[in-house]
């Protein structure tokens, strides 16, 4: 249930349960109340509801996520007044103060018709059959909108302007044949296509339709008759007009929360926030940008007066970047770009954006800024202002993260279709390095069942990561061609159903996310929200209830050494990689060992075995033939043995042939030698002879000598020295 109160706060409860589920004050306008009747209405299949705005829109709320987006603009001058979904869940007909009515697409976003009774609307009714709209004004009086579909208005006029049942052609709107022809792909660009099939009159508006006149057949029997040559089906598959078409879902910036009670987030992040407050004595926005360490930025930021009402906002260590819609029809979007520290005193910019085209979301890097826009377009520029790039972008964007050089870029693929658990949105992504104007991968965004993307963005490392409405976080994986891996899931780590994670930021291991209490979703401005530090768990399997922490943990670890390894292996651009790398590996290899101890305390030998093959470092491999000796397990040391002298033969070889291809690298760690083929990969203690080096080693041993080598517990001979 939606109860809207007159300052314009929207609350919903869940009557069952007889709670509050969301809650959000200025709902309807953020600067101004609702009016006075304020008729909002529910979707048919319950998944929205829309609220008729005072700046002529209207607001569509989200069910599960109860994000907000603006439709049907540029018909109403006025404040809305009264609005309302047809039967069939496809119709969206408005009225506002003025006495204009509309009734739009709600697939296609556009107004359908239009019409205007001279009278301040007060309440609009659809008939049963959806081809009558019943409209009631502020004096009581009530009127009865049928040509909906007149390819003119000349009878309206000719009769005065307001219609009555006695001097009006009954005109067909949602005509049986007009609706298989809809549902069957065909595009209606004209919207007075709809074809009149002479129903009756309007006595089928107030009847139950068993009347006839004049031998016109009634509706009611003429969709049974055609009714009655299909199959029977319980859940009406072949009634089109009763399956809505799925919505997409609307463009978001990340770190952006509504306004309540004046005051707003218009970006948060791991660097600081951008604060929006209202002040009543100018009638303006104040923009407040500030820094969680003060270190790194010890001079304060000079308040922004906000003359265009900023929506949107990146920040970033180097600056902040600014974007506003269209306030009217005739008005222009603009971004703004303000740098922190510069050699002149001039050194922020503005764009005006043509009109019809506004920033959607906004993008901050190192030494550029990016926007999307409604026009499907990527424009990038550099910090100086200069347009560097303008991208179009396959679909409608729905975000996008910047990240030193690389943007993330999410956008629509393809419509949403229903599935079992909800509506299936289709988003796909892609990463560009902007310093070398490089496409570096893209694919598919994978999301839960039923959900929406709700948060893009990076990891410290460089790492892309999204969240969506159910709670589930996943990190790009670098292996597997380009893979995506759930490191969280709210639902199994929140105490309460009540809460909610709101991201701010993603480590290694950890997430930084505000905990909100429902029905809020997004963290207030005052008092500052508390940053809360959740561990990353990857949904591990496990036999063992004592290991299942080190399983998760060991799975995580293997994520962040495969991106280490790929994508962001780049000894040349990155010269601390090694370092960073021998970090990542020591750590990874410090849980192994646990989990091999484990083993070995369980007498699971070929698990421990396998464990000691995944050691990124010799010492590590070394504290495990230590560790399998004082456990005195002689079949599983021997095989440890072999295993690191095979490692210390080919860092022989390593030291022997510098010239050795880097490309193993990213398969073998670095302080353990560089492998020849991928053969010795995954046949440890057995090289080929076509691949001896020209310099072989004196000391090595024999490996030729090995009795079948394919049995992991046989002792090898002593290696004959030459």
Known sequence: MACLSYDGTLEIWDIEENTSVFRKKKSVDPSSGPTPSCAMSWAKDGSCIYLPGSNGCVWKFGRRSWQESRLCEGKHLKALACAAVSNCGRFLATADVGGRLVVWNLARERAMAETDIGSSVASIAWSSEDDVLAVLDVDGQYFLWKDMMAKKQDARDKHGGKNSAENEDPADFLSDEAIDADDDGDEMDDPHDF?????????????????????????????????????????????????????????????????????????????????SRFVPESGHYSIDISFHDTAKHPARIPMITDYYGYTVAALGSSGAVFAAPQRSEKSNSVVLFRPFSGWSSNDEWMFHLPVGEEVVCTGLGDSWVACGTSKHLLRIFSVGGIQSSILALPGPIVSMAGHGDRLLVVWHCGCPVSGPSGVEQQLEFAVYTLSGNDKLFGGRVPLSPGSELTWVGWTEAGV????????????????????????????????????????????????????????????????????????????????????????????LHNVNLDNARGMLADSIRNPGHEEAMRVLQASADKCKLRLFASACSADRLPRAYSLAESLNLQKALQGALELANRSRLYSLSSKLQVLLENRLHLDTLRQANPTTPSVQVKRVPTDSPAMDTLDEIHTPGLRADSQDPPNRNPYARDWDSLDKPTNPFLRPKKAQRT
């Open 195 to 275: 074809e009149d099939d002479s129903r009756g009159s309007l006595d089928d508006f107030i009847d139950d339709g068993t009347k006839e006149r004049g031998g016109a057949e009634p509706q009611s029997e003429r969709r049974g008759r055609r009714g009655a040559s299909r199959p029977f089906d319980v859940l009406n598959t072949y009634g089109s007009a009763s399956v809505p078409a799925p919505q997409r879902q609307a463009a978001f910036q990340p770190g952006v929360t509504p306004v309540e009670s004046g005051r707003r987030f218009l970006a948060y992040n791991t660097d600081g926030c951008i604060t």
């Open 464 to 555: 892309p990561a999204t969240f969506d409405s159910e709670g589930e976080l996943v990190l790009f994986n670098s292996s597997f061609g380009g893979s995506w891996t759930p490191v969280f899931s709210a639902k199994s780590e929140r105490k309460s159903t009540s809460e909610r994670y709101w991201i701010v930021g993603i480590t290694s291991t950890q997430l930084q996310c505000v905990i909100c209490k429902a029905p809020a979703t997004s963290p207030q401005v005052m008092p500052r929200p508390v940053l809360s530090r959740v561990n990353l768990a990857v949904p591990a399997l496990t036999s063992d209830a004592a290991t299942a922490d080190l399983e998760k943990e060991n799975l």
